[in-house]
């Protein structure tokens, strides 16, 4: 098997100690692992973490630092971009901005997923590039939220990336607690875009029989698994992605918002003190039970699980974000779907899942539009294309307020985003 080189742009994220953990554990040699972060004191406590980690497993894993995104990318076998473009300090913004303007939000839905997405994408621009003359063979994987949007801009860019997200992983777990099987065992048809997916078919082990009714049967409307009212969930009949709470329910989540006393990228905010002071204790070589109440927590199992996949062309199923093709039928062969996958000889290949259901083909194809609006606009930095892309979103629902947005969104964020024109 041979040696790999793993590059993680965002190397000091909280996340990099659970990526750590897996590396050292799998089977795969691992020679060398470069964590880059332009907040130099960051990246050292998390490399110091590491390598405390790394020891205490009797790995023989090299950990680099560094401030270049070239060090992440020369040489690299697997790109891994996790970065937060501003920090926490730059989500508050965009929630303070959407409630100001009262349009329910989470960290992927409206202003702060529009706000991550244009403050990455200056950062994505230098990547691509670096990786297209340097690493041309790499596979770059995209945690960067938000996670379809991302990976359809590099696509863009001619890199060859995939994202990835926890969400699927979650709904398994849930789902096969409910069927007392194994996880491992639990295939399901998930289907849409990042954080907008549906279920219609799940099955465990060698049977073809659909066990998602049993699965519903068992949830509990306003659950934190089934985030929806009891009509919701009985007139779909579908497994439905958590995030679609924001779309479905978006005034009572609208309302729980302006309630809340701090918002959730403050209380992220916190919990990230909290865990880097734990990283920089010399004692602490484990990952804190502490992380697993920060929302990404389970990215770097995807991850690691499509490396070796990767790697050893095991054709385990993986739920990624990857180019459509013609998986699902109506959307663009360009939008960014995130669908059942395997690996076939170092490629990354769609399963077909069928089409999407017809009560939420029209929500998704809304969303890929925007989306595409999104990229449209980040290539020719066109602030029409972006004003498009608002009038046509289900939770924008007015064209001058919408305008005002945009406005206090280029304001606050002059550091990282050229004016668009």
Not at 46 to 59: D, E, L, S
Not at 251 to 261: I, P, S, V, Y
Not at 312 to 337: E, F, W
Request: hydrophobic letters at 45%; one cysteine or more.
């Amino acid at each position: 098997m041979r040696d790999i080189k793993i590059g993680v742009v965002g190397g000091g994220s909280v996340f990099t100690p659970e990526l750590v953990d897996l590396l050292a554990e799998c089977p795969l040699s691992v020679r060398s692992l470069v964590l880059m972060d332009t907040d130099r004191e960051r990246v050292t406590t998390i490399a110091q973490m590491a390598r405390r980690q790394i020891a205490k497993k009797g790995r023989n894993l090299a950990v680099e630092t560094s401030s270049d995104y070239a060090a992440a990318v020369d040489g690299s076998d697997f790109v891994l971009i996790q970065l937060r473009a501003g920090g926490q300090k730059m989500r508050i913004e965009d929630e303070a901005i959407a409630l100001r303007h009262a349009v329910p939000f989470v960290e992927t839905v409206t202003v702060p997923g529009l706000g991550a997405f244009l403050r990455s994408v200056p950062i994505y621009e230098t990547l691509a590039d670096l990786i297209r003359r340097r690493a041309p063979t790499a596979q770059v994987m995209n945690f960067t939220n938000p996670a379809g949007a991302m990976t359809q801009f590099l696509q863009a860019l001619d890199v060859n990336a995939v994202g990835v997200c926890n969400s699927p992983l979650f709904f398994i777990k849930a789902a096969a607690e409910v069927l007392g099987v194994d996880a491992g065992d639990v295939v399901m048809d998930w289907k849409g875009l990042n954080h907008l997916t549906f279920v219609s078919t799940i099955t465990a082990g060698s049977s073809a029989t659909n066990r998602l009714p049993e699965v519903l049967g068992q949830a509990r409307p306003w659950s934190s698994g089934f985030p929806f009212s009891e009509g919701v969930l009985k007139d779909l009949d579908l497994g439905i992605n958590g995030y679609l709470q924001y779309y479905f329910h978006a005034r009572r989540r609208l309302r729980e918002l302006q309630d809340r006393k701090a918002s959730r990228g403050q209380q992220v905010l916190a919990l990230e003190q909290e865990l880097m002071s734990l990283y920089a204790r010399p004692d602490v070589d484990t990952v804190p039970e502490l992380l697993s109440q920060r929302g990404g927590f389970g990215y770097s199992k995807v991850v690691v699980d499509l490396i070796q996949s990767l790697v050893t062309n095991d054709h385990r199923v993986h739920y990624v974000n990857i180019r459509n093709g013609n998986t699902l039928v109506g959307l663009a062969p360009d939008t960014v779907v995130e669908v059942p996958a395997v690996a076939v000889n170092g490629q990354v290949l769609a399963l077909d899942t069928g089409p999407l259901p017809e009560p939420v083909f029209p929500l998704v194809l809304t969303m890929a539009t925007v989306y595409h609006y999104w990229v449209k606009a980040a290539l020719s930095r066109s602030l029409a294309d972006l004003r498009l892309s608002m009038l046509m979103h289900p939770l924008f629902p007015d064209a001058e307020d919408s305008e005002a947005i945009l406005a206090e969104l280029f304001a606050v964020n002059r550091e990282f985003v050229a004016p668009y024109k």
